[in-house]
C-alpha cells in the first residue's frame, strides 16, 4: 500500500477512517480500497468538535475546495482541480408555477469542469491518490465518472484506463480519448464492465477508482451538500430529489449535512430534507428493494437506459443509500424512458436547461409526488440536476420531432 509522505502541511481536519458496516476504523497514513474488515465502504472521518466557523468562507474562492477543512487531502500542493464545484442555484419559477409548485429549484452540475457532477468526486480521488504518490488509476464507468477521471489523470500528469459499455454516447468516448486515456470498451453494463476492470487489473498495477470502492470520490460529492446550505443562506430544502445509480452523492449530501450539524453551520435540531432517490424503471435496483420485490440488489439484473449514469444494476452503496433514505424519511421510485424525454423537452422549452436524462426524470418524479400528495405546493423542493444533456444528444436524437 501506499503511503503518505511524512509530515505533511495540513488544513485538513481529516482524522481516520471506518468501515460503513462495523465502524472499525483505520488510518489514513497508507492508501485503503473497501475495508479490510467487512470488504464494504471505508467513510472519512473528521474532528469536528471545536471546528472553524462558517465565516472562514467569506472571499473564499468559489470551488468546493473553499471547504478545504472538512476534505480529505492534506496539502494544496496535491489539489488537481479544474474549477468544480459551486454550481449555481437556479429558481424554476415558470416551471413550478405552471405545475402547482411555489417553491422550486434546480441546482445545476452540468456547469462543472467535464460537465457533470463527476468532477467533483474525481477530483477529490485523484487529488489524494497523488497525495499518496500513485501512478495510474482505472474505472468502470457508465460515461461521466470516465470523462472526469480522464481529464484530473490528465491534470494530474497520471495514466488512467476507462472501461465504459459500448452503447455509451460516442460524446463520453471520444472525449475520453482526446484527455490521453485508454478506453475499453464493453457490452454489457457498468457490472460488466467492473469485471473487465477486474481482469485488466488483475496486477494491482493500476488504482481502482470504482464507486465507493475507494474512501475519496465521496468526499468530493459531499460538497454538493455544503453548497445547498450555503447557497440557500444556511437553509435547507424541504425535499432533495436525486438521481441515484452508484448512490455515491446522495450519500455524500446527507454526510455533509450530518457534518455541519456537528461544526454548527447548521443548528442541531434543524429539520434535515426528505431525501428523494429517483431511479430507472428500466434499472432500478433500489426501488425494487425498498418496495421488498428482493432481498437487495446483488442479483439484479438491468437494462440500458437513456439515462446512462443511471443503469447501475448492483450498486455496493444500496445499505448506504437505504439509510439515507429511512432516516430522512424520503423514499424512492422508478421513472420511464418516455417521461424522461418529455422531461428533457419540457424543462428546456420552459426555463432553458438543457438537462441530461438522469436530471430530467427528477422532474417527472416531482409532479407524480405532488400529485399523490407525499409533496405540498408549499415545500422547498430542490432538483439535482447531475449533468450537461449535451452529452446525451446519441440517445435523444430518435425523439426529435419537426
Known amino acids: 500500500m501506499s503511503a503518505l509522505p511524512a509530515s505533511p502541511t495540513t488544513y485538513s481536519l481529516f482524522d481516520h477512517l471506518i468501515c460503513s458496516a462495523c465502524r472499525q476504523p483505520y488510518t489514513p497514513a497508507v492508501l485503503h480500497t473497501l475495508s479490510p474488515c467487512c470488504h464494504m465502504p471505508l467513510l472519512a472521518q473528521y474532528t469536528l468538535t471545536g471546528g472553524p466557523d462558517k465565516r472562514i468562507l467569506l472571499h473564499r474562492e468559489g470551488t468546493m475546495w473553499r471547504y478545504r477543512e472538512v476534505l480529505p487531502v492534506f496539502s494544496a500542493a496535491h489539489q488537481i482541480s479544474l474549477g468544480e464545484g459551486f454550481t449555481p442555484m437556479l429558481g424554476l419559477n415558470r416551471l413550478g408555477a405552471a405545475n402547482g409548485f411555489s417553491d422550486l429549484w434546480l441546482k445545476d452540475e452540468g456547469k462543472n469542469p467535464t460537465g457533470s457532477f463527476k468532477a467533483r468526486g474525481l477530483s477529490m480521488a485523484i487529488s489524494k491518490a497523488h497525495e499518496y504518490g500513485v ?14 477521471m480522464a481529464a484530473y489523470c490528465a491534470r494530474a500528469a497520471m495514466q488512467a484506463v476507462v472501461v465504459m459499455p459500448r452503447h455509451t454516447p460516442k460524446a463520453f468516448q471520444e472525449e475520453c480519448y482526446w484527455y490521453g486515456a485508454d478506453v475499453h470498451l464493453i457490452d454489457g453494463l457498468i457490472n460488466d464492465c467492473a469485471a473487465k476492470v477486474r481482469q485488466l487489473n488483475s496486477s494491482g498495477q493500476w488504482l481502482d477508482l470504482s464507486t465507493l470502492k475507494e474512501p475519496y470520490r465521496i468526499e468530493g460529492k459531499k460538497t454538493m451538500g455544503y453548497e445547498i446550505a450555503e447557497q440557500m443562506n444556511w437553509q435547507l430544502p424541504d425535499v432533495i430529489l436525486y438521481p441515484a445509480g452508484g448512490g455515491t452523492g446522495l450519500i455524500g449530501i446527507w454526510k455533509a449535512f450530518r457534518e455541519m450539524q456537528q461544526l454548527g453551520w447548521l443548528p442541531a435540531d434543524i429539520r434535515l430534507p426528505r431525501m428523494v432517490a429517483v431511479q430507472a424503471e428500466n434499472c432500478q435496483p433500489l426501488v425494487d428493494t425498498w418496495l421488498g420485490k428482493q432481498p437487495n440488489a ?19 452503496g444500496e ?31 420552459t426555463e432553458g436547461v438543457f438537462l441530461a436524462p438522469e436530471g430530467a426524470a427528477l422532474w417527472t418524479a416531482a409532479r407524480q409526488l405532488l400529485r399523490q400528495g407525499w409533496l405540498s405546493a408549499t415545500d422547498r423542493v430542490l432538483l439535482l440536476n447531475t449533468g450537461n444533456g449535451q452529452k446525451y444528444l446519441d440517445n435523444l436524437r430518435p425523439f426529435l420531432t419537426d
Do not use: F, W
Open 135 to 148: 501512478e495510474g488509476c482505472i474505472i468502470p464507468t457508465a460515461g461521466n465518472a470516465g470523462v472526469a
Open 298 to 316: 446483488q442479483q439484479y439484473n438491468g437494462k440500458p437506459t437513456l439515462a446512462n449514469g443511471l443503469a447501475v444494476p448492483r450498486p455496493i
Open 319 to 349: 445499505p448506504l443509500m437505504l439509510n439515507v433514505l429511512h432516516e430522512s424519511r424520503g423514499l424512492t421510485l422508478g421513472i420511464s424512458e418516455a417521461d424522461m424525454v418529455d422531461s428533457v423537452r419540457e424543462i428546456g422549452k
